[in-house]
């Protein structure tokens, strides 16, 4: 990938700092977006520094709508081109059906999905011949396992939809659109030793979590050139949680 440029959302910690760092490894300039967490996304640019590639933190909240197109905007004037958008920022709000309010919804919404929507929309006018969008869904898009997603699963679902009709939208383009779908993935979001991991371990036909990094590799495949013709795919990385 080298001479590509980069731009991963949420990629300060978990999922999104793996996947930065990975895609320096595979030779791109990355700059990834963080919400709060300044001092973490500082630490993955430097990480990509030792690779001998550009990085670069924006504070950008996926679940403004400004601020979401605007790090688009910014990620491709810092290098001078976008390849590749990496759409990871996302947040789990769990909970039984009726503790769930309408602002839960709208929070929900704004950073899983409309951040996603316009984030790709962005980088579909700036991507050229070869452009990747690569969504980060979740295996409750394909098997809610019990109660407590609803907000979650629809959230994670809807993406799905959005990715294959992003495909249609920009094949013509030669611009790919997939979707990864993790399974438990040990992060501050989903930590292996918090109080549902085994009960999520044990749906898996591996019997474990995965890591960040597990992640990380399919992205780095759908964003290579070996990926170019897949398209409108979704891919489970997830233990077999949805066999
Ligand atoms: P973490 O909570 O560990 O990390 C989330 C990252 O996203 C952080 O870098 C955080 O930045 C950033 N972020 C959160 N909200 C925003 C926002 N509004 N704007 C910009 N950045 C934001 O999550 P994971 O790494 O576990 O999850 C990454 C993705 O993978 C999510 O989309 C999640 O839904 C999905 N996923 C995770 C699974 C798991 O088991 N871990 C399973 C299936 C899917 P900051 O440091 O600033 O807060």
């Known amino acids: 990938m080298n001479g590509k440029t980069a731009l991963v959302t949420g990629g300060s910690r978990g ?3 793996a996947t930065a760092v990975r895609l ?24 990509i520094e030792a690779l001998g590639r550009k990085g670069l933190a924006l504070r950008a909240d996926s679940g403004d709508a400004e601020e979401a197109v605007d790090a688009v905007r910014r990620a491709a004037e810092a290098f001078g081109r976008l390849d590749v958008l990496v759409n990871n920022a996302g947040i789990g ?3 039984p059906l009726e503790g769930l309010a309408s ?18 929309q962005a980088a579909a006018t700036l991507m050229t011949a070869g452009g990747r969008i690569i969504t980060i ?11 407590g997603g609803v907000l979650y699963a629809m959230s994670k679902s809807a993406l799905t939809g959005m990715t294959k009709a992003l495909a249609r939208e920009l094949g013509g383009r030669g611009i790919t659109a997939n979707i990864v779908h993790p399974g438990p993935v040990d992060t501050d979001m989903n930590p292996a030793d918090g109080p549902y991991a085994d009960a999520q371990a044990s749906l898996t036909a591996l019997g474990r979590f995965g890591n960040a990094e597990e992640i ?3 992205v780095a495949y759908l ?3 070996e990926a170019s013709y897949v398209t409108g795919a979704r891919l489970s990385v997830d233990g077999g949680h949805a066999a």
């Open 137 to 147: 869904g979740s295996c409750m898009a394909d098997r809610v396992p019990g109660p």
């Open 93 to 95: 709000v769990l909970g």
């Open 223 to 225: 964003a290579g050139p």
């Open 24 to 47: 320096a490894e595979e030779g791109a300039d990355v700059v990834l977006t963080y919400r709060d967490g300044k001092d973490a996304a500082e630490d993955v640019v430097r990480r």
């Open 15 to 17: 999922i999104g700092a």
């Open 103 to 120: 602002e839960d919804v709208d929070r929900v919404l704004a950073v899983n999905v409309r951040g996603v929507f316009l984030a790709s």
């Open 216 to 218: 990380a590799s399919m």
